[in-house]
């Protein structure tokens, strides 16, 4: 631990720091005016730093130089508008759908472009030129440190001072400035919103792919990188505040030297115990998060979001269930006794069903927190991991029956729940799921690290079900009876008082505490509720698979959720059931039909986005409504 590796680290940590801001950059605009959580905007990255491959590639018959300098600029020019492009075709026709419908799109998004970049570009990895000018490297204390790295480091200032003055000394920066505090004002004013929404969006998107082209002599394009990208971008924008493009800066500056620092730490000793600093560098961005909003709950920089006056459609009550639902359930169920009996054990069908109920199961526990509590986690399958987790180390490692560990595994979860909500509570809007994601991200990298106890990246093996459940449909029979009993006592948790008070509080939280309510601790122990049905999903999916690994508790686990809740329907009870089904079996079908499997469910899900804004349940219910109202007519 010498001060000239610190040093080096640090210069390490600033190049670092320039490359988050640039994508930072791009999204906290976004945000801050378009009031959309974009998804895709790690794509945009990506896209970037492939497309300056391609153009260096296309203009080396200009020489090495020309080739190089030239397609960072063009690159970024394409990636824009290609952001322009998205907004004009896609986000403006769902502008005044729920936000987080926004986020369903941009989700599908990221699917799209994946699957579109490797069909051009192919899955290898691909290493850009050197800079010309800047090949070698320069002594810093007796170390060598890269010539470009040093270039990469005033980058960041250089753009954050460009974008200063584009936003402070024009009238387009003045227009962005009022939109980001009152955009409802700045159209009632006259100004044409579309065209300050797409020129809004073109400039982060480019921003974005500027940065993915500069990284274009520091590291490989690889198709990984827009799920990599988009995680510690979030934490940035979030840790600096929304809408702050000077707290983006300074964070971007905060997260990258930490990770600067605990590399350089390395391994220490600390109380007879050795800490390995540098493997803390997966997680230790989401723990600066997590303590800056505990502290601060807006970021550094930020302040509370101004209230818009479009927020969507106005959140509908919760209707029960009608008796023509139950009698159609009823037949449902009956179907689904049967199916074993008629494919027989070994059909891939009974598989394939076990998968889909699981998946049920678990969005309806987000559905829980989305819909009646109105709380949007970016993190749920921290909970479902755990419940998986909990019921392999309950089998393998402590040697309880199967049954036993079934039944003790949601608990875990739940008290995962019950410490990770105790803070997330204390926040809202999209505060609180960054925090969720945080806590979320931390889960994860402690099980993918922790060889001894969760097996590390490998996962626990041999987490196999009893005896008498070796027979697939008896296990098949036991998870739709789990699955049922765990719906139907969420359904029944929401017709009971908790429910009602759930609701309240998403609807207006001041009249709630103003008549008795004590709406965080509510929404506390509905976090605690959805966690440990989360874990049951999660406890009978290592039994179906016989082992478990970190992915069921990453990102993208959390994302598929939030997908399926979506694609249902937040505002009816069955719509994370149908979206559930829906995503599954889509997801399914396409994985065993095509290569390019991931475009196909990101285009049907962008077509459903469009043909059916309120989720599939929704329309179906407003189709009911409308019937009956002919009918009545």
């Given at each position: 631990m010498s001060f000239s590796g610190l040093l080096v680290q640090l210069l390490n940590g600033l190049a670092g720091a320039s490359s988050l801001f640039l994508v930072a950059a791009g999204l906290s605009l976004i945000f801050g005016v378009c009031r959309i959580v974009n998804f895709a905007h790690g794509s945009f990255y990506m896209v970037g730093l492939y497309a300056a491959y391609a153009i260096a590639e296309a203009l080396l018959p200009m020489g090495d130089g020309w080739a190089?300098?030239?397609?960072?600029?063009?690159?970024?020019?394409?990636?824009?508008?290609?952001?322009?492009?998205?907004?004009?075709?896609?986000?403006?026709r769902i502008y005044k759908a729920p936000e987080l419908f926004q986020l369903l799109a941009t989700f599908a998004l990221v699917l799209v472009i994946k699957d579109a970049v490797l069909w051009l570009c192919g899955p290898?990895?691909?290493?850009?030129?050197?800079?010309?000018?800047?090949?070698?490297?320069?002594?810093?204390?007796?170390?060598?440190?890269?010539?470009?790295?040093?270039?990469?480091?005033?980058?960041?200032?250089?753009?954050?001072?460009?974008?200063?003055?584009?936003?402070?000394?024009?009238?387009?920066?003045?227009?962005?400035?009022?939109?980001?505090?009152?955009?409802?004002?700045?159209?009632?004013?006259?100004?044409?919103?579309?065209?300050?929404?797409?020129?809004?969006?073109?400039?982060?998107?480019?921003?974005?792919?500027?940065?993915?082209a500069l990284q274009l002599p520091r590291e490989p394009a690889t198709l990984e990188l827009d799920l990599q990208t988009i995680g510690s971008a979030f934490v940035v924008v979030v840790v600096g505040g929304m809408g702050s493009l000077t707290g983006?800066?300074?964070?971007?500056?905060?997260?990258?030297?930490?990770?600067?620092?605990?590399?350089?730490?390395?391994?220490?000793?600390?109380?007879?115990?050795?800490?390995?600093?540098?493997?803390?560098?997966?997680?230790?961005?989401?723990?600066?998060?997590?303590?800056?909003?505990?502290?601060?709950?807006?970021?550094?920089?930020?302040?509370p979001q101004a209230a818009s006056r479009a927020h969507g459609w106005r959140e509908q009550p919760l209707r029960p269930l009608q008796p023509a639902f139950w009698a159609a359930a009823g037949l449902v169920l009956l179907g689904l006794l049967a199916v074993p009996w008629v494919v027989g054990a070994e059909s891939y069908t009974l598989v394939l069903l076990v998968d889909l109920l699981i998946a049920a199961l678990f969005a309806v526990s987000l559905h829980f927190l989305m819909g009646p509590a109105g709380l949007h986690s970016f993190g749920h399958a921290a909970y479902f991991g755990l419940g998986a987790y909990g019921a392999a180390l309950l089998l393998t490692a402590l040697r309880l029956p199967m049954e036993l560990?079934?039944?003790?595994?949601?608990?875990?979860?739940?008290?995962?729940?019950?410490?990770?909500?105790?803070?997330?509570?204390?926040?809202?809007?999209?505060?609180?799921?960054?925090?969720?994601?945080?806590?979320?991200?931390?889960?994860?990298?402690?099980?993918?690290?922790?060889?001894?106890?969760?097996?590390?990246?490998?996962?626990?093996?041999?987490?196999?079900?009893?005896?008498?459940?070796?027979?697939?449909?008896?296990?098949?029979?036991?998870?739709?009876?789990?699955?049922?009993?765990?719906?139907?006592?969420?359904?029944?948790?929401?017709?009971?008082p908790l429910g009602y008070a759930l609701r309240a509080g998403r609807d207006s939280p001041l009249r709630a505490e103003a008549i008795g309510i004590p709406v965080a601790k509510l929404q506390w122990l509905g976090f605690v509720l959805a966690a440990a049905v989360a874990g049951l999903a999660g406890a009978l999916f290592a039994f179906s698979k016989g082992s478990i690994s970190p992915e069921t508790m990453s990102v993208a686990k959390s994302v598929d959720g939030l997908v399926m809740v979506l694609l249902g329907g937040v505002q009816t009870l069955v719509g994370p059931i149908v979206g559930a089904f829906s995503f599954t079996w889509l997801h399914d079908a396409m994985a065993r039909n095509t290569d390019y499997w991931r475009a196909a469910l990101g285009g049907v899900v962008l077509l459903l986005v469009l043909l059916f804004p309120r989720g599939i349940a929704g329309y179906g219910a407003q189709l009911i409504s409308w019937l009956r109202h002919r009918q009545s007519a």
């Open positions: 190089f300098w030239l397609s960072i600029p063009l690159a970024a020019l394409g990636v824009g508008v290609l952001g322009a492009v998205v907004e004009v075709l896609l986000l403006r290898d990895e691909l290493l850009g030129p050197r800079a010309p000018g800047l090949e070698g490297a320069v002594d810093i204390l007796g170390r060598s440190f890269p010539s470009y790295d040093l270039f990469f480091i005033a980058v960041g200032p250089l753009v954050l001072g460009a974008t200063w003055l584009l936003l402070h000394k024009t009238r387009f920066g003045m227009l962005v400035r009022a939109a980001t505090q009152d955009r409802e004002m700045v159209g009632a004013l006259g100004v044409r919103q579309a065209w300050l929404f797409t020129a809004v969006f073109a400039l982060g998107a480019a921003l974005a792919g500027l940065g993915g983006a800066f300074v964070a971007a500056l905060l997260v990258s030297v930490v990770k600067a620092v605990c590399v350089w730490l390395g391994v220490v000793n600390i109380a007879g115990v050795d800490v390995a600093f540098p493997q803390l560098t997966l997680m230790v961005d989401f723990l600066v998060m997590a303590v800056v909003l505990v502290v601060r709950p807006w970021g550094l920089f930020g302040k560990a079934l039944l003790l595994a949601p608990l875990l979860a739940a008290a995962g729940g019950l410490l990770f909500g105790w803070f997330a509570v204390r926040l809202t809007g999209v505060y609180f799921s960054m925090l969720t994601l945080a806590f979320a991200q931390i889960t994860w990298a402690t099980t993918f690290q922790w060889d001894s106890v969760t097996g590390g990246s490998n996962g626990l093996t041999g987490v196999w079900p009893a005896a008498w459940l070796e027979d697939k449909r008896w296990f098949y029979l036991l998870t739709l009876l789990l699955v049922v009993l765990g719906v139907l006592w969420l359904w029944r948790v929401l017709e009971a």
